[in-house]
């Protein structure tokens, strides 16, 4: 299970907070919120991993896939880092 909690840090900046297990199927509730402040013409998104205990690869594929200069992603565990990167190289 994800949850994600929705913080404005500035006009422009929004902060996701993700706790949990992220699974291809949660990825799509990330999806619409990154979508939603898009829309609201939001320049930054960062994504907040420090909550997040496991992800799968497949998971770590499309979270890289939506990485860009106007998401960041922080604060990953050593292990979702890593899965992070590897999927990145390949």
Same mark, same amino acid.
């Given at each position: #299970?994800?949850?994600?909690?929705? *913080?404005? @840090?500035?006009?422009?900046? /929004?902060?996701?907070?993700? +706790? &949990?297990?992220?699974? /291809?199927?949660?990825?799509?509730?990330? +999806?619409?919120? !990154? %979508?939603?402040?898009? *829309?609201?013409?939001?320049? #930054?998104?960062?994504? +907040? #991993? %420090? &909550? /997040? +205990? $496991? #992800? *799968?690869?497949? %998971?770590?594929?499309?979270?890289?896939?939506?990485?860009? *200069?106007?998401?960041?992603?922080?604060? !990953?565990?050593? $292990?979702?880092?890593?899965?992070? @990167?590897? /999927?990145?190289? %390949?």
């Amino acid at each position: #299970m994800l949850r994600i909690t929705e *913080k404005l @840090e500035n006009e422009k900046t /929004v902060r996701l907070r993700l +706790d &949990g297990t992220i699974s /291809v199927e949660s990825l799509s509730e990330l +999806d619409e919120a !990154c %979508a939603r402040h898009q *829309k609201k013409h939001r320049s #930054m998104i960062i994504v +907040d #991993m %420090a &909550g /997040v +205990d $496991f #992800m *799968k690869e497949e %998971a770590a594929r499309r979270l890289a896939n939506l990485q860009s *200069k106007s998401l960041n992603i922080i604060n !990953c565990s050593p $292990f979702i880092a890593t899965l992070l @990167e590897i /999927v990145r190289r %390949a």
